[in-house]
């Protein structure tokens, strides 16, 4: 077996040394009834890298894979180009293969990695701080919750309409366990987010309001109005960032005064991976950060003087405050961070202002030339790379029908919004460097044949 | 004791000899670089990525554009191939070498399972895409829950958790559901013993849960009369580890489990340390009802430096109506995914989602590779190699280190050190920083707490018999410098990038983000 170095002369030579005469001798401490007598009925035997590379590339081809069709999906996972260098640093062993940085004199590397990915992300959100990651998106959200509680003392947090349907599930479902009240809404198919609808439900009560920016639909409004109105009731403001390439064109929700910052991180350097692993992004003020959940990177110097890095602030976590801990997050998503870092360091300002011009000037040629088909409506004037279009007929079983031709058209509100009739003829659409003008053209002339 | 180098080669330091005083002009020593930060080499006009010509278009962002700098340094390829490269060699990995990291089993990470997990067609597919063109990956899920299932004789596999912890919180939340369904919503305490991981207590607080302790016995185990005697109307249920933090194997499990179902509780078990038992064990038959399996442990899926991991949670029958959602389905030659819409129909009794989107998809082709790589009979040797490893570190060790459960038997994975006998003012820290200098990553330390200055040695089925022979050569002359009270262990590493770091200023006075340094005259 290719993984395991030692030889059975090894083994025995071993037994002797410790005094055991076999390897059961090891296992005394299991009991009889519960030891398997030798490898587990029905499962195959040990395969040759050959077999096994055959089994999972056969698997593999049964998926239409993005880049192998015209592609318009996004809503909370977005296809970028992914320079060929991100993944080349991502698999040296030393960033692959290490551990948490837990003995920071020999973990530099990665320690400095973080500072840098914090001080990145702290920027792009606009924000005085960023930690060094969360699992993703969604689960940063409800942390982002959480921590609203505990700084303001209140429980009930409102919950934008145009925030991803899987983030205010997740959301749901841990409220129900901590007796958070949460104030939820469907979107609408209208030109503008819910802005004035939230500012509305401000009460003295409330912990937060969570806004999602661009939101699910595609659509940008100011924060800064309702950020006044969150303060005025000290609330505070979280901003969830689901497509960070927008902040390379638009404000960032610290400018505008939201308190914690929250994303997904995976549009830079990711990659889709049918969902995950993924990276959740977490920032807010500086006042704020001993509420904060995730591992802290900071700068600090060793015994001769020399700047080095640690994680800190480590009273917050569950290894040292177990259950009095900010949260219960372990392990993050550190090796997706440092893809987006490097991918945030080859663009740079420069970089990403023209990644973000392209997207943004594709989706809108894209809006407009989807918008001349006959039974297509564009229902946001304002966006990103991503906006939502009526349709004359309900958009999932369009979208099944686009797929069974190789085209992989958007996603449906159907699909987020099963049951909800109001939104069944939305379809979001994403547009991003990787779409070519003849991918809108094929989706086009689809579309046009099956509203027709 | 033989320092086991028979090559006869011996490293030269930066320190050796009258060149160890010498200084360079840039700080650096031959192959030790230092490197900047981004921020100080980098600008925001430099770019590394080519666009082409960028088109222009009135912009329809609702008068929002970002105008003010945003402050993010560009490099060029080569000049961030080469920073992140020389990042990279500041830090101890698998990859270079013994990584014994207690609890966390540093094991071997195949390349093919990078390669296999890179594959358009898992790489390159959108979460929300159609089901019909992912079949492919809803397979893999499949097969690998099949696998988790058969390894583990549970009922049920829930696969999105993101890892560990958020595994532990899964399972947490399905015996809260179970109990509210039966309505006992009065049970709010969770059991944990004090050697438990920080998230054990951590989670059940997340989920609302208040914790209380169970005691240990003198042998290091969950001390089951006691155990009995706090059990009652109140008690939701327990979190233990098996094999427990301490390397041991919970004789009793079977009887713990029993007794907590017989007061009408459930049994966590945190499956940290499952690589152990795989294939020799099966936690369902020692009565367990949610176990978390961290793919980035026993499925040698990479750490990363802190992630991503991934951590699906075996149900038992009484838990598997609670899972949450999504999960795979297959209904004839059909994969379906089970979402909100469906789950009504099929899996009424679920609390939910924990996550957007299906889970750590780039961990499970990662972990079907590795599993199909071993097949059955080489998980088993898996378990085997690794517990014979461990116990070989602990027994020649013990005449150097007190090792305060070697006494009683064998231990599993991972062999349990303490610093006691070590001089006043020598502890478990200098003897983890002597072994830097030796050329290894040190062990967990101070964990578990029910240990005087734990050392937490899990050498994991990955290594050879010379490199361990090394290593034990390595440790018993740290340990021996430290007993005889050597001074210099006291402020090692000497060798490594950097000496001690002072982690109280880094508390105390935070810097978390680059700040351009003021000038001095504006500062004045």
Redesign the interface.
């Known amino acids: 077996?290719?993984?395991?170095?030692?030889?059975q002369p090894?083994?025995e030579?071993?037994?002797g040394?410790?005094?055991?005469s076999s390897?059961d001798?090891?296992?005394?401490?299991?009991?009889a009834?519960?030891?398997?007598d030798?490898?587990?009925a029905?499962?195959?035997?040990?395969?040759s890298?050959l077999?096994?590379?055959r089994?999972?590339?056969?698997?593999?081809?049964?998926?239409?894979?993005?880049?192998?069709a015209p592609?318009f999906?996004g809503?909370?996972?977005y296809?970028h180009h992914v320079?060929a260098?991100v993944?080349?640093?991502?698999?040296?062993?030393?960033?692959?293969?290490?551990?948490?940085?837990?003995?920071?004199?020999?973990?530099?590397?990665?320690l400095?990695?973080m500072?840098?990915f914090?001080?990145?992300i702290?920027?792009?959100l606009g924000c005085?701080?960023?930690n060094?990651?969360m699992?993703?998106?969604?689960?940063a959200c409800w942390e982002a919750i959480?921590m609203a509680r505990r700084v303001t003392k209140r429980g009930k947090a409102i919950l934008s309409g145009g925030l991803?349907p899987?983030?205010v599930?997740?959301a749901?479902?841990m409220a129900?366990?901590?007796?958070d009240q949460l104030v939820t809404a469907l979107p609408t198919l209208s030109p503008t987010p819910d802005t004035d609808d939230l500012i509305a439900q401000i009460d003295d009560d409330t912990s937060c309001v969570v806004v999602q920016y661009p939101d699910i639909l595609g659509r940008?409004?100011?924060l800064s109005k309702l950020a006044e109105a969150a303060h005025a009731r000290k609330a505070l403001l979280v901003a969830v960032v689901t497509e960070p390439v927008a902040?390379?064109?638009?404000?960032?929700p610290g400018?505008m005064g939201a308190d914690i910052v929250v994303g997904?991180g995976q549009s830079l350097g990711v990659?889709?991976?049918?969902?995950?692993?993924y990276?959740g992004l977490f920032a807010c003020s500086e006042k704020l950060?001993r509420q904060m959940p995730g591992?802290?990177?900071?700068?600090?110097?060793?015994?001769?003087g020399?700047r080095?890095?640690?994680l800190?602030?480590?009273?917050r976590?569950?290894?040292?405050?177990?259950?009095?801990?900010t949260?219960?997050?372990?392990?993050?998503?550190?090796?997706?961070a440092?893809a987006m870092s490097?991918h945030?360091?080859?663009?740079?300002?420069?970089?990403?202002r023209?990644?973000a011009?392209?997207n943004?000037?594709?989706a809108?040629?894209a809006a407009d030339r989807l918008a001349q088909v006959p039974g297509v409506e564009l229902v946001t004037?304002?966006?990103?790379n991503e906006f939502t279009l009526k349709l004359s007929k309900e958009a999932r079983p369009v979208?099944?029908k686009l797929?069974?031709q190789g085209i992989?058209a958007g996603?449906s509100l159907g699909?987020?919004y099963?049951?909800a009739g109001d939104l069944a003829n939305g379809l979001i659409v994403a547009v991003t460097?990787t779409t070519t003008q003849e991918d809108v053209e094929t989706l086009a002339s689809a579309l046009q044949e099956v509203l027709a | 004791m033989s320092t086991i180098n028979q090559s006869g080669w011996r490293p030269t330091t930066p320190e050796a000899g009258e060149a160890g005083n010498l200084s360079t002009f840039t700080g650096n020593r031959a192959l030790m670089l230092d490197e900047a930060l981004i921020f100080e080499i980098g600008s925001s006009q430099t770019t590394g990525v080519d666009f082409g010509e960028v088109p222009a278009a009135p912009s329809r962002l609702g008068g929002l554009e970002r105008n003010a700098e945003i402050g993010l340094p560009g490099l060029s390829e080569p000049e961030t191939v080469r920073h992140y490269t020389r990042l990279s060699r500041q830090n101890y990995a698998i990859d270079l070498g013994l990584f014994p990291l207690g609890s966390c089993t540093m094991k071997h990470n195949p390349r093919l399972n990078e390669r296999m997990a890179r594959l358009p067609g898992f790489a390159d597919i959108h979460p929300l895409a159609p089901v019909d063109t992912v079949q492919g990956a809803l397979e893999v899920i499949d097969q690998l829950a099949h696998w988790l299932i058969t390894l583990t004789g549970m009922q049920a596999v829930a696969m999105s958790p993101k890892a560990g912890a958020h595994g532990e919180l899964c399972g947490i939340l399905a015996i809260r559901s179970a109990l509210d369904a039966q309505g006992q919503q009065d049970r709010k305490i969770l059991l944990v013993p004090t050697s438990a991981h920080g998230t054990n207590p951590a989670t059940a607080a997340f989920a609302g849960f208040s914790v209380e302790d169970i005691p240990a016995t003198e042998d290091g185990r969950v001390d089951l009369e006691a155990l009995k005697a706090r059990l009652g109307p109140d008690i939701a249920g327990v979190m233990i580890t098996n094999p427990n933090t301490c390397g041991l194997f919970e004789r009793d499990m079977k009887a713990i489990s029993d007794a907590v179902h017989a007061a009408g509780g459930y049994v966590y078990c945190d499956g940290a340390n499952f690589n152990a038992i795989v294939g020799r064990v099966r936690p369902g038959d020692l009565g367990v009802d949610a176990m978390h399996i961290n793919l980035h442990k026993t499925f040698s899926t990479p750490h990363g430096g802190g992630g991503p991991g991934s951590g699906p949670v075996v149900l038992s029958a009484a838990l598997a109506p609670y899972a949450p959602l999504p999960f795979v389905e297959k209904q004839g030659d059909k994969f379906h995914l089970v979402e909100e819409e469906t789950a009504g129909e099929h899996h009424a009794g679920t609390f939910g989602r924990m996550t957007a989107f299906n889970g750590q998809m780039g961990m499970f082709t990662r972990a079907l590779t590795y599993i199909l790589s071993h097949g059955a009979d080489g998980l088993r040797q898996v378990a085997e190699d690794s517990v014979l490893n461990a116990n070989y570190i602990l027994r020649s060790m013990t005449d150097v280190l007190e090792a305060p459960f070697a006494k009683y038997g064998p231990c599993m994975h991972e062999a349990i050190f303490s610093d006691r006998g070590l001089p006043e003012g020598l502890s478990t820290i200098d003897i983890a920083k002597g072994l830097i200098d030796e050329g290894y990553h040190p062990m967990t330390v101070y964990f578990p707490l029910v240990v005087h200055g734990a050392m937490l040695v899990e050498p994991t089925e990955t290594e050879s018999k010379a490199t361990l022979d090394q290593f034990i050569g390595a440790f018993r002359s740290v340990a021996a410098r430290a007993k005889n009270g050597d001074p210099t262990i006291k402020t090692a590493p000497h060798f490594a990038p950097r000496r001690r770091l002072d982690e109280t200023l880094a508390a105390r006075k935070p810097v978390l983000a680059w700040k351009a340094p003021v000038q001095a005259e504006a500062a004045e």
């Open positions: 077996m290719r993984y395991l170095p030692l030889t090894d083994r030579a071993m037994l040394v410790i005094g055991a390897i001798d090891l296992f005394v401490d299991v009991p009834s519960a030891v398997l030798g490898p587990i029905g499962l195959p035997m040990h395969a890298e077999a096994v590379e089994h999972m590339t056969k698997l593999a081809a049964k998926n239409l894979a993005a880049g192998a592609f999906l809503a909370g996972a296809r320079p260098s993944d080349h640093i991502i698999q040296r062993g030393e960033f692959l293969t290490a551990y948490t940085p837990y003995q920071p004199e020999i973990a530099q590397g990665t400095q990695m500072f840098e914090q001080s990145q702290a920027r792009l005085d701080v960023a060094a990651s699992y993703d998106g969604s689960t959480t991803h899987h983030y599930s997740v749901e479902t129900k366990f901590t007796g940008i409004a100011d902040l390379g064109a638009i404000k960032a400018e997904e990659g889709l991976q049918f969902g995950g692993p990276v950060v591992r802290l990177c900071g700068e600090t110097v060793d015994a001769e020399k080095g890095y640690v800190t602030l480590s009273t976590e569950q290894h040292i405050r177990r259950e009095k801990a949260s219960n997050i372990c392990t993050s998503s550190v090796l997706c440092l490097v945030m360091t080859l663009l740079g300002e420069a970089g990403l023209q990644l011009t392209i943004h000037v594709g809108i040629r004037p304002t966006f990103f979208v099944r797929a069974d992989l996603v699909r987020l099963p049951g460097e």
